[in-house]
């Protein structure tokens, strides 16, 4: 599945590893290093097949009593595969396979060295593979072991469409994952789970009558996260949960629709406290579009639904327009086409008032 590498630095980075006077030990870590690099902000795809090879080359280094570098190496590789752009099946299923491997090698290492060491100095670990400097014991803290779960249950969840994977699966990984990911020391890490498991259960294909109950186990989900991430401390992470918790209140079947849909403007609203044209355009127009959804069914006077809803939806409307240029700027042309076909259904509601 790795490709030769067309990389030249890449390439010979690994000759003066393979030639230099290291232990194969060191050589282990340095290939990892690098594959950490090429990793945290790659700029083609190219990159990270580079990491994918780095990875592979360091785990071809490794023998019996190289057992953790091994895993490291496993999981690096995986998430790897995984940012792949337009990963098809194969791929996240040798990711799949990576991490299962890996996630035993580690739980060990783990459990031999309880009462040793348990967390990293300082705290928050890198959602990394960890280098020789962070850990400079050969052992596994809890955090890596829960951050493989969390790799492995992005990696289930976005094997389900492909009918290799069950959500249930997915959503016991990132369970797991937040026993060690808490709100009081990881808030990023933990604000993600949450996101990821409401996301998944948005996503369970259940029969009708239960479909009201994983929507509203979804909406539990993001406001259980948002009693701890706070806008001012986390605004990122506090923006994506109240855009999304608006998504899933819209579309939460309800006895008392109107009240749902007030409830999500309002989650859209905190949102856009955070996001905004300049700084995160396209995060900004995915909140004003489904602002504009929201409006397109709320009543001008919620108390008088009879009256209509011109007002909001002209409100929709220039929230479609803003939010379809800045998709077209973007390149976003896949998100344009919906705003474009929702614009064309508004025009013919207002159109008809």
């Not at 829960?146 to 992005?154: D, I, K, S, Y």
């Amino acid at each position: 599945m790795t490709p030769s590498m067309t990389d030249s630095a890449v390439k010979a980075a690994m000759a003066v590893i393979a030639s230099s006077s290291a232990t194969t030990q060191e050589k282990i870590e340095m290939l990892i290093e690098m594959a950490q690099g090429f990793q945290k902000k790659p700029k083609t795809a190219q990159d990270l097949w580079n990491a994918v090879s780095l990875c592979h080359q360091a785990h071809e280094l490794c023998a019996e009593d190289n057992l953790l570098w091994k895993a490291r190496a496993k999981a690096g590789m995986a998430t790897a595969l995984k940012a792949i752009p337009d990963v098809g099946e194969q791929l996240l299923l040798e990711a799949k396979q990576q991490l299962e491997e890996a996630l035993p090698i580690l739980q060990r290492t783990l459990a031999s060295t309880e009462g040793t060491l348990r967390s990293l100095p300082g705290g928050k670990p890198s959602l990394q593979l960890l280098s020789a400097q962070q850990c400079p014991l050969e052992f596994a803290p809890q955090e890596e072991v829960a951050e493989t779960q969390m790799n492995l249950g992005l990696v289930l969840q976005s094997l389900v469409p492909f009918n290799l994977a069950r959500m249930s699966d997915s959503i016991q990984a990132y369970q797991k994952a937040l026993q060690v990911f808490t709100w009081q020391k990881y808030p990023q890490e933990y604000a993600i789970l949450h996101n990821n498991i409401a996301i998944a259960y948005l996503s369970m294909p259940l029969t009708s009558e239960k479909e009201s109950l994983r929507q509203g186990l979804a909406v539990q989900t993001f406001e259980e996260a948002l009693k701890h991430i706070r806008l001012i401390k986390h605004p990122r992470e506090y923006a994506m949960l109240q855009n999304n918790l608006g998504n899933a209140l819209q579309y939460l079947p309800s006895s008392h629709p109107l009240e749902n849909i007030l409830r999500a403007i309002a989650a859209y609203d905190e949102a856009l406290k955070v996001r905004d044209a300049k700084d995160t355009p396209l995060e900004y127009a995915n909140t004003i579009s489904n602002k504009a959804n929201a409006l397109f069914n709320l009543p001008d006077n919620p108390e008088k639904p009879e009256g209509g809803n011109l007002k909001n939806m002209r409100q929709a409307r220039a929230y479609y327009q803003e939010a379809w240029e800045i998709f077209t700027q973007h390149g976003q042309t896949e998100q344009a086409e919906v705003v474009v076909q929702m614009l064309q259904e508004l025009e013919t509601e207002i159109g008809n008032s």
